[in-house]
């Protein structure tokens, strides 16, 4: 939707607010003061939510002026229902406050005086049997939608959760764990599965033969120096695997068909489940470097669980294993590479690759967004 501003102050507004997507990729509309004052649309066009190590919370949030002062209500709920007022602020906000309570996860719900509010949580979960379970949603897409928190997450493995992990497992009412591991992952590490959540198997990467099932191939790339180039072969192969698209495919059907609370993991949740989660992500239509970003965290989520590899994989060293325990850049930038080179486009790998139709898609947007439209980007 293209509007000429006519007032200098809007104009100067309109380019305050202007969020680049990466080269080559859509850009993120602004959000003018009309849209702003529109009560479907959510005027933030940021908006993050951190637990810290001391205790308490840190909120940041940015909104167009026109959105007018901001009410912080916390609640237990990821829709923000019951939500009790924590705090107030202006339309951009970087708050710290105290944790409205201990041993569960809060969500806190940002409300603009003119404009949709917004529900967001801290990404991790803090689980120190499965650290790299973390919430998916929380994004902001290219038209000014968010991905609705408290409903996709990733992880991974899932064999060895904790009692008190459980528990806070259990607690977000998942429906669903889909398991991209082999058939010889699953059988030497079985999932623990909450209580009312139902297993589906999509096997990434077939068990007989291919890549992601072969540790010895694995192993030897590690011990060969050669881990990087693993992962990039093995990214590309993501993406034109029969297996692999078989998997995605069914990933994405699945979760369209209903509105649903569900997990996706493999065993490092970096690989595959990045590249599931880079499918996903576009679909709903975040940028580009907004889904590198989520990939790059694993990083950081896996770091004492790799340190603890690096001692226990002795006499291996460091820089054979950190290629293989790591994600890079470069990773999920082969897998876009290889869409690019056989599809031509992410929509073309989509239809094409997948063989999802426009009405799945569509599907999952209504189900996993919140907020309306602020229009196409330009």
């Known amino acids: 939707m293209a509007m ?18 990466c080269a080559g990729q859509p850009v993120e509309r602004p959000v003018s003061t009309a849209a702003a004052v529109n009560q479907a649309v959510i005027p933030f066009v940021e908006a993050q939510a951190h637990a810290e190590e001391e205790g308490g919370y840190r909120l940041r949030w940015s909104a167009p002026a026109a959105a007018g002062a901001v009410t912080v209500l916390a609640s237990l709920q990821a829709d923000g229902r019951d939500g009790r007022i924590v705090a107030h602020g202006g339309s951009a906000g970087d708050i710290r406050i105290a944790s409205p309570g201990s041993g569960q996860r809060w969500y806190f719900t940002l409300k603009p005086e003119a404009g949709a509010p917004l529900t967001i949580a801290d990404r991790g979960l803090g689980l120190v049997t499965a650290p790299n379970f973390r919430d998916a949603g ?13 409903a996709i997450y990733r992880s991974d493995q899932m064999d060895r959760i904790s009692t008190e992990d459980m528990a806070t497992i259990t607690a977000l009412g998942l429906d669903l764990v889909i398991d991209l591991r082999t058939e010889k992952e699953r059988t030497r590490e079985p999932d623990r599965l909450p209580p009312g959540a ?9 068990s007989t033969g291919e890549k992601g099932g072969d540790i010895d191939r694995a192993m030897e790339a590690i011990a060969s120096g050669r881990g990087a180039e693993f992962l990039i072969e093995l990214n590309r192969d993501f993406v034109v695997t029969d297996s692999a698209r078989k998997a995605y495919h069914a990933l994405v059907a699945r979760v369209s068909a209903a509105p649903l609370r569900f997990v996706y993991h493999c065993t490092a949740g970096k690989d595959r489940t990045g590249w599931a989660t880079a499918v996903l992500l576009t679909a709903l239509g975040v940028p580009r470097e907004t889904v590198f970003a989520d990939y790059l965290a694993s990083n950081s989520y896996l770091a004492d669980k790799n340190a ?6 002795a006499p291996l060293t460091r820089e054979q294993l950190e290629p293989i325990l790591t994600v890079r850049r470069e990773y999920l930038e082969a897998a876009f590479t290889a869409v690019d080179r ?25 189900r996993y967004l919140v907020g309306a439209s602020a229009g196409p980007a330009e």
């Open 4 to 21: 000429r501003f006519k007032s200098s102050l809007a104009a100067a507004l309109s380019v305050a607010l202007v969020l680049a997507g």
């Open 138 to 150: 929380g994004y902001r897409t290219t038209d000014g939608r968010w991905v609705r928190m408290g």
């Open 198 to 206: 139902a297993p589906l198997v999509l096997d990434v990467m077939q």
């Open 308 to 313: 603890a590899s690096y001692a226990k994989l």
């Open 342 to 366: 056989r599809y031509g486009s992410f929509d073309a790998y989509l239809r094409d690759g997948l063989g999802l139709d426009s009405a799945a898609l569509q599907a999952m947007r209504d």
